[in-house]
């Protein structure tokens, strides 16, 4: 069974920064691919970035290119999102997600596991 464990979310001022974990378990961890989605109050949920272990291929939201990283340490299971320059829209829960079919990186519906969500809210 997989399991998706996020943290790191909290509450930070604008230009602020954090460095969200995603935990992961019950599959191999030298082939997968990771994604981060945030959901805003009133919002759909969206793509935010992509990590694929296959090719070490990386994806990013426009909104989030030059602030976001994404990045995996495959010995501990757990793949980063390390925020920067945050800003009050960035303001959501984010999730995790395995399970990728390959299609559209930024598509929640195209991810089959999700863990349960960190808050990260942003300051003005």
């Known amino acids: 069974e997989v399991q998706l464990v996020e943290s790191g979310g909290g509450l930070v001022q604008a230009g602020g920064s954090l460095r969200l974990s995603c935990a992961a378990s019950?599959?191999?961890?030298?082939?997968?691919?990771i994604g981060w989605f945030r959901q805003a109050p009133g919002k759909e949920r969206e793509g935010v970035s992509c990590?694929?272990?296959?090719?070490?291929?990386?994806y990013y939201a426009d909104s989030v290119k030059g602030r976001f990283t994404i990045s995996s340490d495959n010995a501990k299971n757990t793949v980063y999102l390390q925020m920067n320059s945050l800003k009050p829209e960035d303001t959501a829960v984010y999730y995790c997600?395995?399970?990728?079919?390959?299609?559209?990186?930024?598509?929640?519906?195209?991810?089959?596991?999700w863990g349960q969500g960190t808050q990260v809210t942003v300051s003005s």
């Open positions: 019950g599959f191999t961890f030298d082939d997968y691919a």
């Open positions: 990590i694929s272990s296959s090719d070490g291929s990386t």
């Open positions: 997600a395995a399970e990728w079919d390959g299609s559209s990186w930024y598509d929640p519906a195209d991810f089959g596991s």
